[in-house]
Structure formats: C-alpha cells, structure tokens
C-alpha cells in the first residue's frame, strides 16, 4: 500500500503545499523505467534527470509561447511565440480546440491583450520597439496598425512586454524591458503621450477595474509599482518577492495576485492597504532553493481556487484562495516542460508549455535557410523549411485540463511528485561505498582538497568521442577524431568514458549560467531567444547583468560565503575585469575571456604560470574555474584557425592542464572536472543535449567505460559535497552526484600530455561559400555566431566544400539508466 501525507504549513503568513513520500517506506511501486524521449508516451525522462507526465488533451503551438490572452467572451484565445526559430501570433478555438489563424511576426516579446470587445488585438513588436494592433474579422488576423515606441534596435533599446488597454480612455500602456519603462498611448492620434523611468526592467501591467490605477511588475526590482493614470505620476511600490513577473486580480479589484519565479512564490497583495497579505510558496518542498520558477497565474471562474504555473517543476500548484490571507494548499497538475502561462475558461484549464512535451535528437541536420543580421547581432531564419537546431527545436504545446476532482487532483499530486528528482534540501542520491572520496552530505571531509572545474564550447559527444568503441558513439558524426583530439581520447581511456552525459543547457547563454548556478533564471530562459533568432538585444548572461543573476548567486558567491578560496582563469571575467563581484580580487588579471584569436595553449600557459606562483606560496586555491573556449572554432573565415586546428589547439591544452596538475604536489588531493557549457547545434544520434565530460583525479576509476546518466547539475552536486557546499538550486540538489566515477584508493601515476598530431596553426586559406558565409561571423562573444551555419561551414571545412551535412538520428536515452534507477531503488 502507498501513503501520502499531505501537509499544509503556514509559517510567518507563508502558505506551501507539501507531499511527503512516506511511500518508500510502505512499497511505493519501483519509477524505472526505460527512458524515452516520446513525446507520446506515458512519462518522458528529459535529459535533466526530470519527467514529464502531461495530462489533458493537447495542441501544438509556436516556438517558445509566453504569453496567452482570452477575449473577455472566452471565444478566443490568443498565443504569442517568442522563440528562437519562427515567431508567430496564434488565434485558437478553445472550445473546440482548433487553431484559427497563424501569423508571422518579426519580432515579438510577451505583450499581448485584447480590446474589450475582442476585435482588436495588440501585440508586442519586441526589439522593432512598436506594438501592433490586429483587426480580427471572422476569427482571421489583420494586421492593421502600429505605434512606434521608438527606432528599431540597435538604434533605440526598448523592447515593450506586457500590455493595458483602457478602451473607454482610448489609452494604451506598454511597460519594457531595455530602457525600464512606461509608455502612454493615446490610441486616435498614435501619439505618446507620456513616458515614466521605471527604474528597473518591467515584465507586465495590469490596470485596477475602476481604470485608476496600472500596476506593473518590476522584474529586475522585486516591487510592483503603482502608476496614478488620473494624476499620471507614479504613485508608491509594494515590494515583493524575487523577479516578480505576472500579475492577476480578483474582478473587484480587491487582491492582486504577484508570481515571483526566483523565490517560488505568489504575494497576495490587499490593493485597499497596498501592503502583501500572505505569500504562498509553490514549491513541491519546503525549500529556499530556486528551481520552481513560478510564472503564470490564473483563477478558478469562480475565484476560490489559484492555478500557479512552475516553469522549472514542469507543473502547476493548485491553491485555495477563497479568503485570501487563509490560503489552503490543495495539489498540483502535471504540465508539459516549462509552462509560462495558464488561463481557465469554465471548467478548462489551459496551460501553455513552453518547450512541449520531450527533448529531442536533431534528424534533419543544419540546413535551414538563413540570413544575417549586419549589424552584427545573432543571426535569424528565414523560409519555410524546418530547423532542427536546439535553440528552437522544442516547440510549445497547449494543454487543455478538465478542472480535476479532490480525487482527482491527489492522483495527479502523485504524478508530480514521481516525475520529479527532487525530494528535499540537500539529499544526495545514488550508491556510494564506503570510503568514496564524495562525502554523502555538506559537511563530511573530503580527501580531495582542490576542485578544477574546465569549462569547454559547444560540442556533442558524437562529435568528438562518437568514433570509441568502448563507448555509444556514432563514428559517422565524429568530425574531431583521436587524429585530431589525442588527449580527450587518451583521458577518457585512462580516467573513464562517460557517454551518457547531459548538459542542462540549449545554448551558451544560459549554458555558462546552468554550468555556474545549476539554473538559468526566468529572464536568461525567456530572452537569450531574441539575439540567438536574429531579433536583437545583447549577450548579457555571464555576470553582465544582474537581472540574469540566480536569486543567491554562481558557485563563486557560495564559495565566498563559506570561506573558501576560490579564482577564475576567464570565466565571467575578462583582460582583468571580473563581471561580479564576488569575482573581484579573485580572478588571474592575464586570462582572457572569449577570444577566438588567442589559443588555448597560451591561456593554460598563463594559468601555469600563476598556478605556480600560487603554489609556491600554498596558495592554490580550493576551487578554480579555468575557460577553455577554442573549440567552439572561427568556422572557415579567412586567416582565422582553421577548425580541426581550434579544436586541436583546445585538446593540447587540456592535455598540459591535465598533466601539469598531475605532476604538482597537491596532485594527491586533486580533482579535475571537464565539462561543455552545452552542446548547441552539434549532431549526437543520442540526444541533442549530449556531450563530452570527464572526471580525472588519483581517486577516479580509471579504464572504465561509464554509461551512468549525469548532467551539468550532477557534475556541480558532485563538487558541491567535495568542497561542502551546499546545492545552488533544486536541481543540482536532485542530481545524482558522481560517486560510480570514484574509487577509494587513489593511483597516483601522472598524466603524459599527448602531443598534437596536427598543424595548430593552420589558417583558412580557401574563399568559398562557407568563407564568404564564415567572414559575417561576428567573433566577439561565444556565440553571436549562428551555431547553424557555423557548425555547417565546420563540417565542410573537415569534409569537403561540397560535402553533404549529415542528419543526427533520433534516438532515446541510454538502457542504463534503467538499471541505475533500479539501483537506487535497492539501496
């Protein structure tokens, strides 16, 4: 028999909805089971260790959908998608749940609201700075008019979010996001009327019933502002919880409603005494740690129930709101992966999932049609043609739930909680024999004392390793072979294969932040698809700003907080500057950053250097973070490294970096951990978030092929126990620390670096397509090249001008985690 108990804890007007799995103790039923990537199947493992469990019925949306607005009828539903790929504007039947009409949009970012009477639409134009207004004529989308907030990016950084209508005052209010602020519309003359300095980046606005009052959620300010439309002053702030972004309201205007996804909260704000009533936590646990990333709200037709949308717990938490102040908790609904936005009409519940229901190898290869943008930012898609690069390869759904039962809703709590990891502060999971040089828990003494954490670009297993026997490779895709990459293979021989590692991560923006925090904030997930897609905006996501910043900080804060040493050699620094504070005083002043035309082999030059200066004084620090960014490549652009050189260049470096610790003093007490930021556009049969890692100390289990499913977040788990610190996030807390790559004797037998069995200098000498294509690249940052047409010009340059790109095979997870979650389950 299984037992639940569901606990309801109310704490400093702090109300959560707890399950404790007391199961385990009375014969809850094994969760193995084969990992598929099916988006048809019953549960679905993502690569992040976590599952999927939809319920309801569904739709296929856009790329990235964020936001969905009802006509006040409830006839129509409108979705805006804000991806990478293909934007687009999408007018639904949510009775009959059919798609009416698609629009493309250039650019487009949250923003979205009907008129009154539904006949009017108005869209955010993102990064064109305008907001389009729509005619809908029998349920078709017309394009009808714009209002200009200001020139087109780069010209004017602006970026309008959420959006008011005030249809009786012919205004409209958009707030934004670039240049933190409100904008006034008079709808007649298409005149602005007026513009407010927010002071923060703002994400939504809501107008009171009585019209007198916009609120608008400050997310990079924790506070909600009040904006007076009688006196059109800015009239007081609520402060809130961390990142506040959608805001809700009861009918009477009475209680406002704050998702905040850094702290996985909702304030209830009394709007009578503008002070926060309660907070309701919607974490599955009672939890401080971020990962639930609560984003959308809506209520029951009724108002005595709240459905809460967590983007990173792939649910909605259900919360009786009847006397607000006195919140009930009552459950939670399994959704897609991500949710951002949920609306109910009757006694529908409708979910927009952000990245659908699987990941996904990437079949059909790089072979979109492309342009380029000239002013230097990422590059976009054009066509028809469908583009499988990850940055837009998970497509949004829309789930349409029937509002469940009590009984119902305890079977889908269950769900929830099976399909999730996570079971608590801090627990580590998996076996792990005594003496393993991993401690259990923070706190237990490690016998390794210096953690060097190698951060690497952009590269899938198949690509480097696929063409090993010993592990489960496709040597067809394999473009870096042992030629080519002598030590990663030599590494792996010697310290262990690891196939069956996942990066957390679709692409470097969030990758550098989930390699550094085990999360990527509600803000680095939701726009890093503008200037990936060619929309514009910045690459601001590796300590640049602080709204990307996790609510508590990267590893280096932790560090700082428990009193350790710490240095980085060119990550979230650079030329010796440090991007964070806590960076400040602790990074190598001569490492550079991303800097395609500086080798790898010179940046471990100058980290031994200071390793040894270091060294002789016993100052090594506990934990370095060393940047070694060549294989990302310059593609083919004329007199830059040619890639089989980059990548060449980039495996000699880890080999000197490997060898010259493993033939230091402390080598006894050393562990070295490689990773990539991600895997990007690479081709991997597996899964496209599959890539290289490796794990090389005197106390790893040396010669053995380890088929274990880890990820970024189990790879920081693990160095978190060594260094005893506590986890960053839900999810490197719920990740299986990497104790099967230890052993409890250590074999102390240096590393020989293998020499390059190719040119590290060769230039690109040719002028052809993919020359003439690689000379648009903009090199300044990892990637503000398109990964598409990059990873195209590499293969070209590797096999051949007229060299036809291969298609990755779909493929699902490895048959071993089977075993290792049966494993789990035995001990």
Request: charged share 20%; aromatic share 8%; net charge neutral.
């Amino acid at each position: 028999m299984c037992l639940y108990t569901i606990t309801l804890m109310r704490t400093a007007s702090k109300t959560a909805l707890w399950v404790s799995l007391l199961a385990a103790l009375h014969g809850l039923p094994t969760l193995a089971q084969q990992p598929i990537n099916n988006p048809k199947a019953d549960r679905i493992l993502l690569p992040n260790g976590w599952s999927l469990s939809p319920v309801g019925t569904s739709l296929q949306l856009g790329d990235l959908p964020l936001n969905m607005q009802l006509t006040k009828n409830g006839k129509l539903l409108a979705v805006t998608n804000n991806g990478q790929g293909k934007q687009s504007l999408q007018l639904i039947d949510p009775k009959t749940e059919k798609l009416l009409d698609e629009k493309p949009i250039a650019k487009s970012w949250y923003g979205l609201k009907f008129s009154a009477n539904g006949k009017q639409l108005y869209a955010s134009g993102g990064n064109d700075n305008v907001i389009l207004v729509y005619n809908i004529v029998e349920s078709k989308l017309n394009l009808a008019d714009t209002l200009r907030l200001g020139r087109t990016w780069p010209k004017d950084k602006i970026s309008p979010t959420g959006i008011e209508v005030d249809d009786a005052q012919n205004r409209l209010y958009t707030v934004t996001k670039e240049d933190n602020s409100l904008y006034v519309f008079d709808l007649k003359t298409k005149a602005i009327l007026k513009k407010v300095n927010l002071g923060h980046e703002a994400y939504s606005c809501l107008l009171s019933p009585d019209k007198k009052t916009l609120y608008i959620s400050l997310w990079g300010g924790d506070k909600v502002a009040l904006y007076d439309t009688q006196t059109g002053q800015l009239a007081g702030e609520i402060v809130t919880e961390n990142h506040p972004n959608e805001l809700l309201q009861t009918k009477n205007g009475r209680y406002l409603f704050v998702a905040n996804a850094n702290d996985n909260s909702v304030s209830i704000i009394d709007t009578r005494s503008r002070k926060v009533l309660e907070v309701i936590a919607t974490a599955l646990y009672p939890t401080k740690l971020t990962g639930s990333t609560t984003n959308g709200l809506a209520l029951s037709p009724d108002e005595k129930t709240l459905y809460i949308a967590n983007a990173d717990n792939n649910c909605l938490a259900v919360f009786d709101v009847k006397t607000p102040g006195k919140s009930a908790a009552r459950g939670f609904i399994p959704t897609g992966w991500y949710p951002t936005s949920v609306k109910t009409l009757g006694s529908k519940i409708l979910v927009a999932n952000g990245k659908g229901f699987s990941s996904l190898a990437n079949p059909a290869g790089p072979s979109p049609v492309k342009k380029t943008d000239n002013s230097g930012s990422h590059v976009g898609v054009t066509g028809q043609q469908e583009v499988q690069y990850i940055g837009s390869l998970f497509k949004g759904t829309l789930s349409f739930i029937k509002q469940p039962s009590p009984e119902q809703l305890t079977t889908y709590s269950k769900q929830v909680y099976a399909n999730t990891p996570f079971t608590g502060e801090a627990q580590a999971h998996g076996k792990r024999e005594a003496g393993n040089p991993v401690p259990s828990k923070a706190g237990e003494k490690s016998p390794i004392k210096y953690v060097f954490y190698v951060i690497k670009e952009n590269r899938t297993y198949d690509q480097v390793l696929g063409d090993m026997p010993e592990g489960n490779g496709d040597s067809t895709l394999c473009v870096f072979p042992e030629k080519v990459t002598p030590n990663h293979h030599a590494l792996a021989r010697e310290f262990g294969l690891l196939d069956n590692f996942y990066v957390n991560a679709e692409v470097s923006a969030d990758g550098h932040n989930w390699s550094m925090a085990a999360y990527a904030t509600d803000y680095t997930e939701k726009t890093w698809p503008i200037s990936y897609g060619g929309r514009g905006g910045t690459y601001d996501y590796e300590g640049t700003r602080k709204i990307a910043y996790p609510r508590d900080g990267y590893i280096w804060d932790y560090c700082q907080r428990a009193g350790l040493s710490y240095r980085s050699y060119g990550e979230f620094a650079d030329n010796g500057k440090a991007n964070l504070k806590s960076l400040e005083g602790h990074i190598c002043p001569k490492a550079p950053g991303f800097n395609m035309d500086i080798q790898d082999i010179e940046r471990v030059r100058i980290w031994k250097q200071d390793f040894d200066s270091l060294l002789a004084k016993s100052a090594v620090p506990q934990f370095s973070t060393i940047r070694l960014s060549n294989d990302h490549t310059s593609g083919q652009r004329k007199g830059k490294y040619t890639p089989i050189a980059a990548v060449a260049d980039n495996d000699l470096a880890l080999g000197q970096l490997v060898e010259h610790i493993s033939q230091s003093p402390i080598w006894k007490e050393s562990a070295i951990f490689v990773l990539e930021d991600d895997a990007q556009n690479g081709p991997d049969h597996v899964d496209a978030h599959r890539t290289p890692a490796f794990v090389i100390s005197p106390y790893t289990r040396k010669g053995a092929a380890n088929h274990t499913m880890y990820s970024t977040s189990g790879a920081l788990r693990t160095m978190e126990l060594i260094l005893g610190l506590p986890p960053m996030s839900q999810y490197d807390a719920a990740a299986l620390p990497m104790y099967d790559c230890f052993t409890t004797t250590p074999n102390l037998a240096p590393y020989q670096a293998r020499a390059a069995r190719v040119n590290l200098n060769a230039r690109n000498v040719a002028w052809n397509k993919s020359a003439e294509k690689s000379e648009r690249f903009n090199l300044a940052s990892e990637d503000a090249i398109p990964d598409l047409e990059l990873t195209e010009v590499m293969w070209k340059a590797i096999k051949g001008e007229d060299a036809v790109v291969p298609a990755p095979r779909r493929g699902a997870f490895l048959k071993f985690e089977q075993k290792r979650r049966d494993d789990d389950d035995d001990d």
